[in-house]
């Protein structure tokens, strides 16, 4: 399995309160992506990485920022939850290169906006 | 924008049959990757299935194969012999070909029940 770690798996929060999510890996690869799970809508990214310090958009960026200071730690923040953020976020990770074309997946983590 | 369609939200089949998943995408490019995702209920994401658009020979993995159509941008994934353990969600992705970041277009999903 690729060495890939969120944290936490699992969060209920409130309503307006800021939240951040950590993506861990420890395979040294230059990708690495932020995407949701919903019912109906398969997964849709959030925002990628393909560098530290080097960030950009996904289709579903709105209301969600992201950091990379490190090789190997990509972070997502909810700055003021909302309900509609409940989902299941899944970080991935890709080595560079237009032909390395598999991306490896972390274990999900349910956040729950109450 | 590409966009990728399973038109198929559940499906249900024995044991040891053959079941065909259904997928669609819509895109511009001539050069891009077509994969098989499965989500069994730990939700870890698995690669079932890899396919080159390049490629007309439709890719095989054990008991996994696909259909690709290409002129009809149809993408179907063929399980045969179906086990227990095949019960879980199918997600049909697209990939553009280009240097950089691999970012995935996924369709909506499938979930699939293997009854023993």
């Known amino acids: 399995d690729a060495g890939i770690t969120q944290s936490p798996r699992h969060k209920v929060t409130e309503t307006g309160t800021p939240v951040t999510l950590r993506c861990h890996q420890t395979?040294?690869?230059?990708?690495m992506y932020w995407y949701r799970q919903d019912p109906g809508h398969g997964l849709r990214l959030i925002h990628y990485s393909y560098g530290v310090k080097d960030t950009d958009k996904g289709e579903v960026s709105d209301g969600y920022s992201v950091s990379r200071s490190k090789t190997e730690d990509f972070l997502l923040t909810l700055e003021s939850a909302t309900s509609s953020q409940t989902s299941v976020y899944f970080c991935a990770i890709s080595r560079s290169g237009a032909m390395n074309t598999e991306a490896f997946f972390g274990q999900g983590t349910r956040l729950t906006v109450v | 924008a590409q966009t990728v369609t399973q038109s198929q939200p559940e499906m249900s089949v024995q044991e040891a049959e053959t079941v065909t998943l259904s997928c669609t995408y819509d895109t511009s490019e001539s050069n891009y990757y077509l994969f098989w995702y499965k989500q069994p209920p730990s939700r870890q994401m698995i690669l079932v299935i890899r396919?080159?658009?390049?490629?007309?020979q439709n890719a095989t993995e054990n008991r996994f194969s696909v259909n690709f159509q290409k002129a009809a941008k149809s993408f179907s994934l063929k399980i045969s012999d179906s086990q227990l353990g095949d019960t879980a969600m199918y997600f049909c992705?697209?990939?553009?070909?280009?240097?950089?970041?691999?970012?995935?277009?996924f369709g909506q999903g499938t979930r699939l029940t293997i009854n023993p």
């Open positions: 395979e040294n690869h230059r990708y």
């Open positions: 396919q080159e658009a390049y490629k007309q």
């Open positions: 992705a697209f990939m553009k070909v280009a240097q950089g970041a691999q970012k995935l277009v």
